[in-house]
T-cell receptor, first 114, second 112 residues
């Protein structure tokens, strides 16, 4: 596609439910990143993929969070047993290499946990 | 501990004047700095960057200044245009590390 696509754009869920957030990167981009922005905060790094491998998962807040990437393309971020503090905008980005100038962000998924 | 700080949540300027957005950092290991711009309901887009080996980088109306001794950088927009109205994020990294540390952002409003 023309840009990084994320779905859904908005997700409202009840506390304790599981959610899946999807990211479709720019075709050919080998690197994929997940960030999140909580209300009033800056963007917080979650995880980085190079191809299908995730060499750095250090930003994942807890073991309720997991992510995978298949076929070197689409990535899914899963949050199990959601909590209210998980409410945030989850942003995905991709790049063709490690140059930050080439980092392209999607428009994000607004997650609201009631 | 917030390693990248943007102490002004918002800034309002008149069209045609200079906009100056400020950013401070605490981690002396940071050596690469970027500014991103974000419109509502869109993802951030890269604007300009600077390496710690430089103290200034210019791209059209946008100039970033880096003061390493003060651990401070600023983004100057001259002249400011209404279309520049957006949230501006300062970000930093250690080398070409893939992990960016962002500030909280500054909402710039340019009034016609």
């Amino acid at each position: 596609g023309a840009g990084v696509s994320q779905s859904p754009s908005n997700k409202v869920t009840e506390k304790g439910k599981d959610v899946e957030l999807r990211c479709d990167p720019i075709s050919g981009h080998t690197a994929l990143y997940w960030y999140r922005q909580s209300l009033g905060q800056g963007l917080e790094f979650l995880i980085y993929f190079q191809g299908n491998s995730a060499p750095d998962k250090s930003g994942l807040p807890s073991d309720r969070f997991s992510a995978e990437r298949t076929g070197g393309s689409v990535s899914t971020l899963t949050i199990q047993r959601t909590q209210q503090e998980d409410s945030a905008v989850y942003l995905c980005a991709s790049s063709s290499d490690r140059g930050f100038e080439k980092l392209f962000f999607g428009s994000g998924t607004q997650l609201s946990v009631l | 501990d917030q390693q990248v700080k943007q102490n002004s949540p918002s800034l309002s300027v008149q069209e045609g004047r200079i906009s100056i957005l400020n950013c401070d950092y605490t981690n002396s290991m940071f050596d690469y700095f970027l500014w991103y711009k974000k419109y509502p309901a869109e993802g951030p887009t890269f604007l300009i960057s600077i390496s710690s080996i430089k103290d200034k980088n210019e791209d059209g109306r946008f100039t970033v200044f880096l003061n390493k001794s003060a651990k401070h950088l600023s983004l100057h927009i001259v002249p400011s245009q209404p279309g520049d109205s957006a949230v501006y994020f300062c970000a930093a990294s250690v080398g070409s590390n893939y992990k960016l540390t962002f500030g909280k952002g500054t909402l710039l409003t340019v009034n016609p």
